[in-house]
């Protein structure tokens, strides 16, 4: 059973926060980053009406007590050299920061948060945050070419890096942030990027906020240079961004050699075919979407680059061996390449009833579902890109052939081994024909309650979840009659316990092509109630259950 989903607006916005208990300069020390980056995710969902208006860092927030109704807490942050900088862009890097901030003050160290599009500033003296903060609010601060917001920060000071630059700290790990990953992020691609400027020992890829990886070099002197060369850098032109921070382990475990993890000390640990990662090369340059791009420089950035600081010192130009195209038997084997692709290519969708929203409804009962693109060539067709080659063989099992909007669906493997965001137009019901759900928390194979998930063919019996509390069988009616899908039969709802905040059960319908149109359009719908500030993402799967 899932939870209630969260929505956004934590009702944080604004220039300025409620002011927090007292801490001491330890703590403060300690919890700057972590303190920040959970506070700031929701004070930038909330902040876009607020921040047109330009008033909120004049202003100090008004609050309402949680015990004490029509009590409001005038409190104001105090200043602090340290300032909280929001709405950036995802390329910014803290050289940009940099040159748009100097002018205030001299600027001492700089912390960006991935993914979250904002940093904290820290300035040698508290005056020079004020003149950031009050001209920020009389005035547009451009940073990057785009407005940015500012507030005080909590904490007096950033806390740095135990090893910031210094040999002696004995750190040779290095975690890497990718951001804006249009193409996949693989071992390979990494190592092929940082091996020429430090030998690196092992790799390790996770997706827990976006896509981030640890890389472990021979020594530290590697891995401040790899640092250095490599920090704001594209692996991909205008794409796959590094922002790269050490990293707190020392040491890397690795346990198998495959896209996501692998330990050059131990060959023994291969588990496929080496080869079969190396199939882009990753240089600074356009993507070898159709074959490997030209022999190119990578790193360092050149000196006019806005990636660069101006004192940093320009380095030898590191060279990447051209990949060439790899020549496939004719004869390809069960394990050839078109079986062991993670896209999906489905065919025969409704011209005008069907979407990106709509195909990642169907194809997430499967595996969780990183991009969905429509073919603009070919009408009616749309690649799905999953996160494995087993949830693609999983989709073509259960869905291939059947109906939805009284068209019969083909999906099958896909000769792509990616899903590229070219020709990106209008579809017929005004959406864009292409989406990518990396980041989307409706996907059920990555969480904590992966392994309930039952994989379960098309069915008449849809099994749902997550509803309020208070929704009724003819709530559900009126929702099936308003976005014109067929209606249930039979409804049942189970005993929920007095714990639990969600409610769930079963429908039937006359039949599977019924059910099947139902959970495309319904699922993942957000349903909101008067006495909930937060919508309910209603869920639905197919269920075990025949009939009721």
């Known amino acids: 059973m899932e939870e209630k989903e969260e929505g956004g607006g934590g009702g944080g916005g604004g220039y300025h926060r409620t002011a927090k208990r007292p801490r001491t300069e330890k703590e403060k020390e300690k919890e700057a980053g972590v303190r920040e980056l959970e506070e700031g995710e929701e004070e930038e969902e909330d902040s876009a009406g607020e921040d047109a208006g330009g008033s909120g860092a004049t202003k100090s927030r008004s609050r309402k007590n949680g015990g004490k109704n029509g009590v409001e807490d005038t409190h104001r942050i105090p200043p602090s050299p340290v300032v909280h900088v929001r709405g950036l862009c995802d390329a910014v890097v803290e050289a940009d920061l940099v040159e748009a901030l100097e002018k205030f003050g001299n600027i001492c160290y700089v912390m960006m948060m991935p993914f979250k599009r904002q940093a904290l500033v820290e300035f040698d003296s508290v005056e020079s945050a004020e003149r950031c903060v009050t001209c920020g609010a009389h005035e547009v601060v451009y940073i990057a070419d785009q407005q940015a917001f500012f507030n005080f920060s909590t904490s007096q000071r950033i806390t740095r890096p135990t090893n910031a630059d210094d040999p002696t700290s004995r750190n040779k790990v290095l975690l890497l942030s990718i951001q ?31 896509i981030q990886a640890m890389v472990e070099f021979e020594s530290v002197e590697d891995a401040q240079k790899a640092k250095l060369a490599l920090n704001g850098a594209d692996i991909y032109s205008g794409c796959c961004t590094l922002k790269i921070e050490y990293a707190r382990p020392n040491r890397l475990n690795v346990v198998r050699n495959d896209n996501t993890s692998w330990d050059y000390t131990k060959p023994f640990l291969l588990h496929r075919d080496r080869g079969k990662g190396r199939q882009r090369q990753a240089i600074l340059g356009e993507h070898p979407s159709n074959g490997y791009g030209p022999h190119c420089p990578l790193l360092p950035l050149p000196a006019n680059s806005r990636y660069r600081r101006s004192h940093e010192p320009s380095q030898e130009m590191i060279s990447y061996p051209p990949l060439l195209p790899k020549a496939f038997s004719s004869t390809p084997s069960s394990s050839s390449i078109l079986g062991s692709s993670s896209v999906a290519m489905v065919s025969g969708l409704h011209p005008t009833k069907m979407n990106c929203n709509r195909i990642f409804n169907l194809f997430c009962l ?35 052939s059947i109906k939805v909007f009284g068209k019969k669906l083909n999906v099958c493997v896909s000769k792509q081994q990616a899903v590229i965001p070219s020709q990106v137009f209008e579809l017929a019901d005004g959406s864009c024909s292409y989406q990518d759900f990396s980041l989307t928390r409706n996907n059920r194979f990555s969480s904590t309650h992966s392994n309930r998930n039952i994989i379960q063919p098309p069915a008449a019996v849809l099994h749902f979840y997550n509803a309020p509390p208070t929704l009724s069988q003819h709530q559900l009616l009126k929702l099936c009659s308003e976005h014109s899908v067929p209606p249930f039969t039979k409804f049942k709802v189970f005993d929920a316990k007095p714990s639990l905040k969600t409610l769930s059960g079963l429908l039937e319908f006359d039949s599977k092509t019924e059910a099947v149109e139902a959970l495309t359009v319904l699922n993942h719908y957000q349903i909101r109630i008067p006495s909930s500030s937060n919508p309910f993402t209603l869920k639905l799967c197919f269920s075990t259950s025949s009939h009721l």
């Open 366 to 400: 499967y595996g969780n579902v990183e991009k969905v693109k429509f073919m603009k060539s070919v009408p009616g067709t749309a690649l799905v890109e999953m996160g494995d080659e087993y949830a693609v063989d999983r989709a073509v099992t259960h869905l291939n």
């Open 180 to 210: 804006n990953p249009l193409y996949p992020i693989t071992t390979d691609v990494l190592y092929t990027v940082c091996n020429p400027v430090g030998n690196v020992l092992r790799i390790v890829i996770f997706k827990r906020n976006g």
